[in-house]
């Protein structure tokens, strides 16, 4: 349906801080990472390194005190930031639209499920009412919900987690937007159920050509869904590739100790080792390298320079002082 390869969403230098007592605390970093047409790129990376904020970001909606401090983000080369309120509300749920984790807290409890589908193509589509309900109902069938007719008058607490989910998904889609943020949709859930739904984006992102960024700490969903991969460490992406390069070839030692956490089906282990230490809080981040304090490669250099994102071949980068070292 769209052009594959196309970029849709091109990120490039992107900081977002936090405002309080008169000082700005930047908590994402210079990250730059492109979204292709058709294609879903993963942000990976340990809670609190700055996913959900980058996907909030993308359609500012950042939380109080948060703020953009410099960067650009660009829908089919148009610049967002810094764009008007009203130019954005018809962009959120149009052009991008976003699934959360927990999506009780997203759906209103006092609307029926058919309403709450209707109510994007109401708005942003100009259809009439009757034709929002019916096409609803066809949304509701396309996400796998039974007997989508009378279910679409169901009260969103009448339904399972998994049901909820996929009726996040019927609203996020219904205007056919070119980009899905999707901020770990699966995690509340459990693994069959999670499954389902991962198989279910997967095809609706063939049916409507949709463009996906996915976020998760997993590696092991990421690697069902990923085509391209960007890894965060401490608000700064440390690591990209294509999913091949990232879960095939690491080259950070980062990407490599999460990759290493991650349980694999072909390989039985009585426990898994973890990366010892956590991430450290904006106002911990040491000089040099963020990572440093936790890796096991780390030289002198490491605790003093910030290492450069390095290209190590057309697809694949890399932000470390050892990597292409030897
Ligand atoms: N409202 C806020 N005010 C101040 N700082 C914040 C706020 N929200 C987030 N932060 C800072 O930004 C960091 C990154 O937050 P973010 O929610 O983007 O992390 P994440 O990678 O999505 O983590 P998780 O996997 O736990 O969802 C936090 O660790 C915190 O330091
Ligand atoms: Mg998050």
């Not at 997967?202 to 092991?220: A, N």
């Not at 390989?267 to 956590?278: E, F, H, K, T």
Request: hydrophobic share 40%.
């Amino acid at each position: 349906m769209s052009d594959k390869n196309l970029p849709v969403l091109e990120v490039e230098n992107l900081s977002i801080g936090f405002e309080s007592d008169n000082q700005l605390v930047s908590v994402v970093e210079d990250i730059s990472f492109t979204l292709n047409s058709g294609e879903t790129l993963a942000l990976v990376g340990e809670s609190g390194c700055g996913k959900s904020l980058t996907a909030l970001a993308m359609l500012q909606l950042l939380p109080a005190f948060g703020k953009i401090l410099s960067g650009s983000i660009k829908l089919h080369g148009k610049e967002l930031v810094g764009m008007s309120d009203r130019s954005m509300q018809a962009i959120r749920g149009n052009n991008i639209s976003m699934i959360f984790q927990e999506p009780m807290s997203a759906l209103n409890p006092v609307f029926t499920i058919g309403q709450q589908v209707a109510e994007p193509l109401i708005l942003h589509k100009n259809m009439s009412k009757a034709a929002a309900f019916k096409r609803a109902i066809e949304m509701l069938e396309a996400v796998g919900i039974p007997d989508p007719i009378s279910r679409a008058n169901n009260y969103p607490h009448q339904l399972s987690g998994g049901m909820r989910q996929r009726v996040m998904i019927a609203i996020a889609l219904a205007c056919e937007p070119d980009i899905l943020i999707a901020d770990e949709p699966t995690t509340a859930l459990d693994v069959t159920i999670q499954a389902q739904i991962l198989d279910l984006m997967h095809d609706l992102q063939e049916k409507f050509g949709t463009s996906i960024l996915f976020i998760s700490h997993d590696f092991g969903v990421v690697s069902r869904m990923a085509d391209e991969i960007a890894v965060m460490y401490a608000g700064r992406v440390i690591e990209e590739g294509s999913a091949q390069d990232i879960l095939v070839e690491p080259q950070h030692p980062y990407t490599t100790a999460l990759l290493n956490t991650t349980p694999r089906i072909d390989v039985s282990v009585d426990r898994l080792p973890a990366i010892p230490g956590r991430v450290p809080t904006p106002a911990e981040r040491p000089e040099g390298c963020f990572f440093a304090p936790r890796c096991k490669l780390a030289s002198s250099l490491c605790s003093t320079e910030q290492p450069l994102p390095t290209k190590l071949s057309r697809s694949h980068s890399a932000a470390c002082h050892e990597v292409g070292n030897g």
